[in-house]
Every structure is written in C-alpha cells, then in structure tokens.
C-alpha cells in the first residue's frame, strides 16, 4: 500500500508539473495535445482573424472549395504570383489550346503548387521552359485534399480542355480525404479552414452532387461518390462558428477525426496517452496498409473519378517516406500502386529519384539536395520533370 500511495503521489507530482508546461494552450513542446476543439494551435487565432477583413495576400476562403488562390495575385513572400484564372505564374493561356502545343493541366495540393520554390522552380514552369512545344498550367493549391482537387479540376481545368492532365497525389493526402475541419487532421496547423469532402454511397442530405465511377472499378470502389459540401458560406461566418466553438458541431457529420472528449482533458498525463493514440490513428503509413478502410477507398475512389483523355497520377512521398527506401524495404504505399494499376489508372512514383538524389546530397553536400524544407526544392521539381517528359515521349 505504501508503495502504491507512493508511485500515485509522484503521478500526481508528474501530472501537475505536466499541466504547468501544457498551459492554457494545450501544447507539450510546441505539439497539440487532445482533447481537440475548434482551435487547436494558436497561430489558428491570428488566421481567424483575417477571415474577417478582404483578403491581401494569394490565398483567400472560398465557399465551394473552402480555399483556394486569388487570381493576379502575390504572396506575402513575392515567390509565388498567379494569372487571371487562379494559375501559377505570370503567363496567361487561351482557353483554346494553340496549334502544335501539347498542353497539361495539374492539380493537386502543395507538392504540384510548388510550396518553398519561386514561379520559375516548380515543376510546371521548368517542364515549359525545356519542352517548347508544352503549356502545363498550374492550378494546385496548399494543403488541398483530392476532392478538392476533383473539384477545382472541374470549375476551372476541364473548360482549358487538356492533352494530358496530372493529379498530384502526396502520400499524405489519404488523411486529408476523409477530413472536413483542417485541425482535426492536423492539429498543429496554423490555419483552420473547413473543406468539402465525399463519401462513397448512400445520398448524403442536402447534396445533390454524384460522381458515378468508371465501367469495371472493383466492387469497393463501384460506389458512387457523394459530396459532402463545405457549410459555411463566408469567412466571417466561419470566423463565428470558430469563436464559438459551433464549427465543430457543424461539421462533425462524416468527419473522420475528432477528439473531443472532455475526460482527457482531467489530466495532462491522459492528454499526453491520448495524444499517442492520436497520432497512431493519423499516421500516414498505416492509413495506407487497410486497403479496405474508407480512407484508402475514398483515396482510390477519387482518381478513377477524374476524366481526361490522359490522366497521369503523380505520387509525391515526403521527405520522411523515402527512410524506408533508403533501407532497402518495400515502400509502404505499394498497395495504392497495385490499385492504380489494377484499376488502369497511369501513375509516376518519384520517390524512387528522390531517394537516390537525397542519398547523393547525404553522400555529398554540394549535390543539389531535392527537398526544401518541407516541399521538393528546385532540384526535386526537376526530377518531376524528367519523369514527366519520359512519359510524354
């Protein structure tokens, strides 16, 4: 007994001097810990906020597709510009594709955007200054799932009617398909942004959006898609929902991620097991080894429903993915291959370059290293490059 009073009196000693560092901001070395609520990092605060006021900088909110990027104009860095469509970059392009010209439309989150690189570094603009003949135009956007994506490509991408269009698929993606408040996926975030998604089957109430999967998908993919529409329908709205805590409620239909329980928040020792658990359940490489779980499915479901005359799926690893690799192992997303390839979907994986061109910059310096903090770095993108030009020839 005395050493069971004892091992509860130091817990009790532990927890105090856990809530003590936690402070009211719930973080543990800079991390959220649960229970999660409507804000989850206090950078979310200072976000909230500009949804209140006209947008300045690239990036604005938008009712259909929860965010997306200002036409004609600049990031608060001056590395990123876009054109009167929303695209990246200076140039403009006709609607009506020119004469001799194969043209690219890409999409995707943002690895295909070019996050941490200038207009001229991404992939997109270095694959136009080496082939002549090639307009790829640049229509991702940060931090976009594949439903948003599926849906930026049918507002603004069909109409510029492409040869080839290219969805850029990050590995992380899976999480953020089957997510409809941003902090719940990644609570360490320093935006808040609610976003649409779809869900396979049933007719979801108050939608009226299907898309009917090809001819010959598999029976787990064979169900419709449905979209799940983002409900706020301004950023001062939202901005509200936030304040008051209400966005959670609003959005808790068909969220995949949610820690809210109020029991969690008793003892920092429960939040900080809670946020193993957390992190457990979003990591990304378990996510793609249940082929049969609804993130995977909804991943899969997604790219069979985008339609072009080619569709090229990019995978995009992170920088942590390519340690497997570097190892020897088979990478952990070979599932999603296999289901790319059984389902006649034409893809690029990158990682295995990447790997090979992070192990020459490991090897030595001066070798251009592919990544740029947390994005493909110049040299990265024009790895992108060469795969894609491989695949045009």
Known sequence: MRAFLAL???????????SLVVGRDG???????????????PKQRAWIEELRVEPKGIGAFEAELGWSVRPNAVSADGKARTNSIGARGTREYALAKPAGVTRLVCVGDSYTWGDEVADADTFEAQLEDACRDVECINLGVAAYGTDQALLRWKRVGERLQPDVLVVGLLLENIGRNVNRYRPLWYPGSGSAPAKPRFVLGGRVPGSATHVEPERGASSATMAELVLVP??????????????DASVIARLREHERWSWSSTWWSVSSLARCTAAV???????????????????FQVTLALLRAF??????????????????????????????LAALDQAGIEHVDVAPELARARADHQRDPSRPRPYAGGHLSRA?????????RARLK
């Open 8 to 18: 509860l009196a130091g817990l009790v000693v532990v927890d105090i001097g856990l």
């Open 27 to 41: 973080l543990l070395l800079g991390l959220p810990l649960p229970p999660f609520g409507a804000v989850t990092e």
């Open 230 to 243: 983002q409900p706020f329908a301004t950023g001062p709205e939202l901005a509200c929902a936030i304040e």
């Open 277 to 295: 658990i957390s992190d457990r359940e979003r990591d990304v490489e378990r996510l793609w080894s249940d082929e049969a779980g609804e993130p």
């Open 307 to 336: 339609r072009a005359p080619r569709v090229i799926v990019v995978v995009f690893p992170r920088e942590v993915d390519l340690d497997s690799l570097a190892d020897g192992d088979r990478p952990y997303w070979s599932g999603l």
């Open 380 to 388: 990265g993108n024009a790895i992108v490059v060469e795969a894609l």
